[in-house]
């Protein structure tokens, strides 16, 4: 059974920094790739950042330049380093696989909170 868990959210001052790590269990395709997404109250999922099997990544306009999203291939574990937080990241963060919209690669964490105070 696969298992997404995603930790190290909280609350933090604007400019601050968080790490956010999603420890993944059971068996994933490499081929799906992994990524965080996020959900700010009243507003829809949005993409943060994705990275490919390959190592390749991607990122959101608002994510480019501050955050950076890594992964452990031994421990399953991703990450999601994130600087110079600012309000407008407060959400709820998701660690899911990049090619969720695939049968075999639809798996998503719970979600971590993210709140930045200006």
């Known amino acids: 059974q696969v298992q997404l868990a995603e930790s190290g959210g909280g609350s933090a001052q604007a400019g601050e920094s968080l790490k956010l790590t999603c420890v993944v269990t059971g068996y994933i395709s490499r081929g799906c790739g992994m990524g965080w997404y996020r959900q700010a109250p009243g507003l829809e999922r949005e993409l943060v950042a994705t990275i490919s099997n390959d190592g390749t990544t991607s990122y959101s306009d608002s994510a480019r330049g501050r955050f950076t999203i890594s992964q452990d291939n031994v421990k399953n574990i991703l990450y999601l380093q994130m600087t110079n937080l600012k309000a407008e990241d407060t959400a709820i963060y998701y660690c899911?696989?990049?090619?969720?919209?695939?049968?075999?690669?639809?798996?998503w964490g719970q979600g971590t909170q993210v709140t930045v105070s200006s």
């Open positions: 899911a696989t990049r090619l969720h919209h695939l049968q075999e690669c639809n798996y």
